[in-house]
Nanobody, 122 residues
């Protein structure tokens, strides 16, 4: 069992930056692929970024590539999403997730964080 607790988020102007931490409980955090998804009003939940259990590989949605960075610290049971050069289109509720193997679709997630709002104004 893994519980994910998110913090961070908030409101920022376009071209600004925000960081989202997600802290996991349990001793098996380091064995899970971790990912971030987001859901804007009226839209489906979509993949943002994922990182392998040992942080040897990461994947990004085309829309955030070059602007967002996912990282993890297994000693602290924490995964981070650093978001730079934010655009109004990035406005959404962001969720961290844990799963096995490749985690690029919501159906692959076994555990979810509670979500945090990110609002980007122009």
């Amino acid at each position: 069992q893994v519980q994910l607790v998110q913090s961070g988020g908030g409101s920022v102007q376009a071209w600004g930056s925000l960081g989202l931490p997600c802290v996991a409980s349990g001793r098996t955090f380091s064995t899970y692929t971790m990912a971030w998804f987001r859901q804007a009003p009226g839209k489906e939940r979509e993949f943002v970024a994922a990182i392998s259990w040992g942080a040897s590989s990461a994947a990004y949605a085309d829309s955030v590539k070059g602007r967002f960075t996912i990282s993890r610290d297994n000693a602290k049971n924490t995964v981070y999403l650093q978001m730079n050069s934010l655009e109004p289109e990035d406005t959404a509720i962001y969720h961290c997730a844990a799963g096995r193997g490749t985690l690029v679709t919501p159906r692959g997630a076994q555990y979810w964080g509670q979500g945090t709002q990110v609002t980007v104004s122009s």
